[in-house]
């Protein structure tokens, strides 16, 4: 293609470690998670991957809250990132 | 063959020739009856595009560019104040690199409301990124619609392309166009391939955010495609000149070679300063005129004379006459006329008249600082 514009393929990182931009990270309390998914379902960004619980990529998670927020259990906690 | 009709009904004629599979347009006077013609076609089955009716012409180029997007030929039309509402996404349609093919009727700017010529309305769109052609005559009207599709959809350009013509003057005047067969017309434009479109089987995103630096290399691209557009419209216009009789450069140059004045213009007003041409020289004056075909890209390589009379039907408050002030005058004597804004008459007795002024070093508003 000869001709720039804007245009992109759908990739991992495709703009970058979007984890450095967090401000507050997701922290998970394996003990209070019920693994209802709900985190996994709403998380914009396809940072939370399942396992036997919730896996939070740091490399990626923007720290939105959104995970923290629909946890029906308060599993998540977000805590102020230590730089 | 040959067929008598308006500026409009040609416009329309040669559209539905070059087979665009969606037209997505918003009628507006004096643009109207192009619009009300495609619909025609489409209904009667001779076109077979789809045809979507749109509530404004922000929609009309919105679904122009969504239709562009999935590698549709496209067509739409509009004129003055719709123009004007289209103006956000004319950026994004270039932007975009979708080589949509639009005509523009020239109609003054309101209020005060007025439907007659004016450029106005399409000069003002210059940094959007479009090519824009001026028509002198339907004939040229047909020609550019054609070479236009040629020209945005080579993948040296992928630009879109506006072809204007003055509203009333030539949109509702019926003069005698040649008009190709439809095989000779197929066989001319290639069948386009767009070099990138949205494809639910190879998922794309575009429009995407774009940091400083990539972005800056989106706006070179844009600007080389421009520059190489000088070529490429040459190059079109002399393989339309061999199919079909009749040669297309990005400016006419009518009587030069000798002359000590040329008068530089687009649209109507160079068929009037053609006429003019051919009168003064009758009384022995040294006279030519540079036509302009093309407005973007500005062909300034054809402007090298010494004394150039400039007439635009255009202008830019606080600066002067548009085609005017984009010229190159280093040791140059270069006069500037604005006249026959919204519509006034000008014809081929004020274009001498204008001569006359130049001659005695005497410029500016025709019909008001000078009469």
Wanted: aromatic share 10%; net charge negative; glycine share 8%.
């Amino acid at each position: 293609m000869i001709e720039k514009t804007a245009i992109s393929i759908p990739t991992e990182g495709a703009m970058g470690k979007t984890g450095t931009w967090r401000v507050f990270k997701p922290i998970l309390n394996k003990e209070k998670c019920v693994r209802c998914w709900r985190c996994w379902v709403f998380c914009p960004d396809l940072a939370i991957s399942r396992g036997d619980y919730p896996v939070i990529d740091y490399e990626y998670c923007k720290g939105c809250g959104i995970c923290a927020n629909e946890c029906p259990t308060n599993a998540i906690k977000m805590e102020r990132e230590e730089k | 063959m040959i067929v008598v009709d308006t500026g409009n009904h040609i416009a329309a004629l040669a559209a539905k020739m070059a087979k665009p599979h969606v037209i997505a347009a918003y009628p507006i006077t004096p643009q109207t009856t192009v619009v009300e013609r495609l619909a025609q076609y489409v209904e009667s089955g001779e076109l077979n595009s789809e045809f979507i009716r749109v509530e404004s012409e922000h929609s009309a180029m919105t679904a122009c560019i969504g239709a562009a997007a999935v590698g549709a030929r496209t067509f739409t039309a509009t004129s003055s104040h719709g123009l004007l509402l289209m103006h956000e996404m004319l950026h994004w349609a270039a932007l975009a690199r979708l080589p949509i093919v639009m005509v523009n009727v020239n109609r003054a700017i309101g209020p005060g409301w007025n439907i007659w010529s004016d450029l106005n309305d399409s000069m003002a769109q210059r940094d959007t990124g479009w090519i824009q052609f001026y028509a002198s005559s339907n004939q040229e009207i047909f020609d550019n619609v054609i070479q236009a599709y040629k020209i945005g959809e080579d993948e040296r350009i992928r630009l879109p392309v506006m072809i204007c013509y003055d509203g009333f003057i030539l949109s509702h005047t019926s003069m005698p166009v040649e008009v190709p067969k439809q095989e000779e017309i197929d066989d001319f434009l290639n069948e386009y391939k767009s070099t990138w479109q949205l494809d639910i089987n190879n998922p794309i995103t575009h429009g995407n955010i774009v940091p400083p630096e990539p972005y800056l290399e989106i706006r070179y691209s844009m600007e080389k495609a421009m520059k190489e557009a000088k070529k490429v419209i040459e190059e079109v216009g002399e393989e339309f000149g061999r199919k079909f009789g009749r040669e297309y450069r990005l400016v006419e140059e009518y009587r030069c070679d000798d002359a000590d004045y040329v008068i530089v213009t687009m649209s109507a007003l160079a068929a009037e300063a053609k006429i003019a041409v051919d009168r003064l020289r009758d009384k022995g004056n040294r006279i030519g005129l540079i036509k302009l075909r093309t407005y973007r890209p500005f062909p300034h390589e054809y402007l090298k004379y010494d004394k150039m009379i400039v007439i635009d039907r255009a202008f830019s408050p606080g600066l002067g006459g548009i085609i005017y002030s984009e010229m190159e005058m280093d040791g140059k004597e270069v006069y500037g006329f604005i006249a026959g804004l919204g519509g006034v008459d000008i014809n081929y007795k004020d274009i001498e008249k204008m001569y006359e002024y130049a001659k005695k070093g005497k410029d500016g508003w025709y019909g008001i600082e000078v009469k």
